[in-house]
């Protein structure tokens, strides 16, 4: 093989490894961003450390940014990689394991002196000492080589070594054959007013890609030629956060409401209080609040004004809103709250993958107190979820929980734009007539009036103490309680009469059904297919809407002899199927590593599965 | 704007029946709240009043206005939510020393700094009345309750201290039984743009009768109390001969000529937490009235201004800029 010689690719998994400090993050988002504008269908898996600097060097501070990206439809962001980038030793020796055979590691030896192995904890080199024996390992002096590049350069040395990421991108880039364009522009536009970076950047995003060519260190170069097959319209990369940001900013003005969000910093929900105050163009209020507390509070405030309330968080602020979250249900009013899930419980793992509050988002309130709750899928599913959960919160007059996690939070993917058509709008009406006025006078779904401050002669008192179902003034009276405590239960089920019948992906019937939720969906979705090519009749089901569950789901589970449910948690949507529909017997599959599953294992244990006799 | 009708204290009465003790010093706030609020020229339907946990807190259901029954010590953060929401409304917050100084002290101190255009009336009887008499954050030290049979060990809050702290805009305190005193202090809250921070010494005729008799007492008040007016000499005294005057750091009583006039509109809160030093100063007069009002942008005007400049600047956005983005790339 030359240097010169092109090989076409369908399918290809790189992870960027290095030290926090190292910019792999950056490295990752920029590789993404062109590989989406190649036109390959794409996800991503960034994996950080808690800490924003962890020591230097270490095993803990490693920050790794993992993308798939495909001439063909992909649901994961890879099994296995093809290449890994390792900027050091503790990033070498935490991911070499996880490459497929035969792959190719791009090692920066410029960061393995004596002392940088002893950060990692290593007694002997990896590079010489056949620890990478079977794959195969390209050595640049990457530091060196960076400081060549910017040698006329009136910078620092530490600024110069900085622009290495920029080397390590440049490089690949030459490997997958991706054009510098979109990068080079994007840091014209990043350091426009410090155009001496941009500059320097530049220059060694041009290195890095001209040296993987002149310095022949890989066996020739790939090209992945974009998807054939794609459906054609409108797309752009789009990350779970700014999807839901986005979303929730449609879905309020498809309910003819202005959003209003309450929000306190939380890992790793912050990115969507951070985007939708850019927003404020867009009739957006965003206040971040003293704690998550006050946060669901002024949501709340704000629906009793006569806008669409919103709070943002993750598990540990979940919890703190409780209390509150039962306000929004005995006084009615519409509210979205959005769970971004981290490893729990407590602190957990802040920067890590779990789907573990079902159950708090399921019972979590003193009460009765059920609430409806929708789960996004990944970051192209986020924006209809948002946009869901402001339907039902504003038609059904009720809080609604919108789940999402890390994985979705950071993952990026190729997101097709919905036709600005097919956003069918859901506008509130607010009443303003004072004739036979009651704050509790319901419509046919059960939904109460909304009567907003300003309008005179509707002037009404809601509050946490129980109201009378007809009058609503406060009421003690115990069958008036039974009575509400039924309405606002049948409320909550009867959203299901607006919901569809989830489609079985896969066999419509057989040996198998894969019920999932949330980011499970792609693993899952890869793991039913590679079992069908098997021959196995295997189906996916992929539940959006957890509470109240669909109707005609006992109709699909009869088709299957077996049931299974893969979640990252201990089996939270398992024990509530379970409890819902007791004729059938839901097998699980947990997984609480802080790692999203990947497609081969789950086909592994669903193969298990298969062999166990019933 | 069209003309309003000119409202009385008994258009703000709902027809709710009043299930405060007898003797409670509830009572003659909320008419006094009833009276103000009649007296401001807004419009009924324009009002909210916000409450959090506790026999105070009962208040929103007593006023035919707009109003929210809220969660313990959240008042002031769902008062905010309305507030920035829609600031046409006049907002108020009914909260008691336990639900505002404890359980909702963060709340009470970030709205105060941002300055929130609302008004938070604070009701003090210095016990939780409505879980049947524990000391609060505002019982004086060694006080017998339930929860401390044999004496409080807490340290109290001054509540004044703490808005003052806070960064409060208006800071005032008046008293349950000086009903036209109340009104004062109430009407200069409500004329106030931004938050003002209302004590108000109230009577538990249950759990702690008798908490500010020594200070609120007819026969004693004048003596004991001294009535902060903007402008005017701080002078008190059964005969109006006594006065206060401000000698370095320290108050000292004068005579009435000699007194120092009161200004609670000077930048710094220095003088208004000088005086509140009195409380701690038995023979001395406690301050009541008008102690800081000063003009800060309030954060409900601030977050709209904001909302408009960047229209103004970036235009309108459309749902479909939202959405389809420069950055996106057609498929055919």
Redesign the interface.
């Known amino acids: 093989m030359s240097s010169e010689e092109l090989i076409t690719q369908d399918d290809v998994t790189i992870r960027f490894a290095g030290d926090s400090g190292d910019g792999m993050q950056l490295t990752g988002t920029q590789f993404t961003?062109t590989t989406?504008?190649v036109?390959n269908d794409l996800a991503t898996f960034p994996d950080f450390p808690a800490e924003i600097r962890a020591p230097a060097g270490t095993r803990a501070g490693v920050s790794g940014f993992q993308i798939h990206f495909s001439s063909h439809d992909i649901y994961t962001p890879g099994d296995d990689p093809n290449v890994l980038v390792a900027m050091n030793p503790a990033a070498l020796i935490t991911n070499y394991k996880d490459l497929r055979p035969g792959g190719i590691i791009l090692v920066n030896t410029g960061a393995f002196t004596e002392a940088d192995l002893k950060k990692a904890e290593l007694d002997s080199n990896p590079l010489t000492d056949g620890t990478l024996s079977g794959f195969r390992v390209v050595e640049e002096d990457i530091n060196q080589r960076t400081m060549e590049a910017l040698a006329d350069t009136e910078l620092s040395k530490k600024d110069k070594l900085r622009c290495k990421n920029f080397y390590t991108l440049g490089m690949i880039y030459w490997l997958y054959s991706r054009p510098l364009e979109p990068t080079l522009e994007w840091l014209q536009e990043k350091f426009k007013n410090k155009p001496e970076l941009a500059e320097a950047n530049a220059k060694v995003l041009k290195a890095g890609y001209n040296h993987g060519e002149l310095l022949r260190l890989f066996q020739g170069h790939y090209e992945v030629p974009k998807?054939h097959d794609?459906?054609?319209?409108?797309?752009?990369?789009i990350m779970g956060n700014q999807g839901l940001a986005?979303g929730l900013?449609?879905g309020a003005?498809?309910a003819g409401l202005k959003p209003?969000l309450?929000s306190y910093p939380i890992t790793p929900a912050t990115d969507i209080l951070q985007h939708m105050s850019l927003?404020?163009?867009?009739?957006?209020?965003t206040?971040q609040?003293?704690?998550e507390?006050?946060g669901i509070?002024?949501?709340?405030?704000?629906?009793?004004?006569?806008?669409l309330?919103m709070t943002t968080t993750s598990g540990p602020g979940l919890a703190l809103k409780t209390?509150?979250a039962?306000?929004a249900v005995i006084?009615e009013l519409p509210l979205v709250i959005v769970d971004v899930q981290r490893g729990g419980p407590s602190t957990g793992l802040p920067t890590k993958v779990e789907q573990s509050d079902l159950l708090q988002a399921m019972f979590g309130r003193n009460g009765d107190a059920a609430v409806p709750i929708v789960a996004c899928a990944s970051p192209s599913d986020a924006?209809d979820c948002a946009v869901e959960a402001c339907r039902i919160a504003t038609q059904y007059m009720t809080p609604v929980i919108l789940l999402s996690d890390n994985y979705i939070a950071n993952g990026a993917e190729p997101w097709k734009?919905?036709d600005?058509d097919a956003?069918k709008p859901f506008p509130v009406e607010f009443v303003t007539d004072p004739e036979g006025f009651t704050p509790y006078r319901r419509d046919e779904k059960l939904a109460r009036n909304w009567a907003?401050?300003?309008?005179?002669?509707?002037?009404?008192?809601?509050?946490?103490?129980e109201k009378d179902a007809v009058t609503g003034?406060?009421s003690y009276d115990p069958e008036n309680h039974q009575k509400m405590t039924e309405i606002r239960r049948a409320k909550v089920l009867g959203v299901r009469e607006s919901i569809p019948t989830p489609e079985v992906h896969g066999a419509e019937s057989g040996d198998l059904l894969v019920v999932a939720w949330g980011s499970t969906m792609g693993a899952t979705r890869a793991a039913v297919e590679r079992l069908q090519k098997d021959g196995v009749a295997a189906g996916h089901l992929h539940l959006r809407h957890i509470w109240p569950l669909p109707k005609g789901l006992p109709e699909i589970f009869a088709r299957f002899k077996k049931i299974v449910v893969p979640e990252m948690n201990t089996g939270q949507l398992a024990l509530l199927l379970q409890s819902e529909y007791p004729e059938f017997r839901f097998l699980k599959f947990d997984k609480v590593m802080g790692k999203p599953f990947r497609a081969r294992e789950l086909k592994a244990h669903f193969e298990e599965i298969l062999e166990e006799k019933s | 704007m069209s003309v309003v009708q000119q409202l009385k204290a008994k258009d703000f009465k709902?027809d709710?029946e009043v299930r405060w003790c007898p003797g409670c010093g509830d009572y003659s706030i909320l008419s006094g709240v009833q009276k103000t609020m009649a007296d401001m020229g807004i419009?009924?339907?324009?009002?909210?009043v916000?409450?959090g946990?506790g026999c105070s807190s009962r208040f929103?259901?007593y006023?035919?206005?707009?109003?929210?029954?809220?969660?313990?010590g959240?008042a002031n953060?769902?008062?905010?939510?309305?507030?920035?929401?829609?600031p046409?409304?006049s907002v108020w917050v009914i909260t008691g020393d336990g639900d505002g100084l404890s359980i909702g002290g963060?709340?009470m101190i970030?709205s105060l700094r941002r300055n929130v255009d609302m008004k938070i009336i604070l009701f003090n009887n210095e016990i939780y009345g409505l879980t049947k008499g524990q000391y609060s954050p505002t019982t004086p030290e060694g006080t017998k309750t339930k929860t401390s049979p044999y004496g409080s060990l807490d340290h109290p809050f001054n509540p004044i201290q703490l808005a003052l702290g806070a960064g409060a805009t208006f800071v005032a305190r008046t008293m349950d039984v000086n009903p036209k005193h109340m009104k004062q202090v109430l009407q200069a809250a409500a004329e106030h743009k931004g938050a003002a921070f209302v004590e108000v010494w109230q009577n538990c005729v249950i759990f702690n009768d008798g908490a500010y008799k020594s200070w609120t007492e007819k026969a004693v008040r004048d003596e004991k109390t001294i009535n902060l007016v903007p402008g005017e000499k701080m002078i008190f005294g059964k005969d109006r001969d006594k006065g206060l005057s401000t000698d370095g750091c320290r108050i000292t009583v004068c005579s009435a000529e000699e007194a120092s006039v009161w200004d609670p509109t000077v930048d710094s809160a220095g003088p208004a937490f000088m005086m509140t030093q009195l409380d701690n100063e038995p023979d001395m007069p406690r301050p009541m009235g008008v102690l800081r009002s000063v003009d800060r942008p309030t954060l409900d005007q601030q977050?709209w201004d904001?909302?408009g400049a960047?229209?103004g600047?970036?235009?309108?956005?459309t749902?479909?800029?939202?959405?389809?983005?420069p950055?996106?790339?057609?498929?055919?």
């Not at chain 2, 950055?327 to 055919?332: I, N, S």
Request: aromatic share 8%.
């Open positions: 961003a989406a504008k036109g998807v794609a459906p054609a319209g409108t797309y752009r990369n986005i900013v449609a003005r498809l209003f309450g927003l404020k163009n867009y009739d957006v209020i206040c609040m003293e704690d507390i006050a509070c002024t949501a709340i405030g704000a629906s009793f004004a006569g806008r309330g209390e509150a039962g306000l006084t924006f734009l919905p600005m956003l907003k401050p300003g309008t005179p002669g509707l002037e009404h008192r809601i509050g946490g103490l003034n406060v | 709902s709710q419009p009924r339907e324009n009002y909210v916000v409450s946990i929103p259901y006023m035919e206005t707009y109003g929210m029954h809220g969660i313990h959240r953060a769902i008062a905010t939510g309305v507030k920035v929401a829609n046409d409304l963060n709340h970030h977050v904001q909302v960047v229209t600047k970036k235009g309108e956005g749902l479909k800029d939202l959405i389809y983005t950055d996106c790339w057609v498929v055919e």
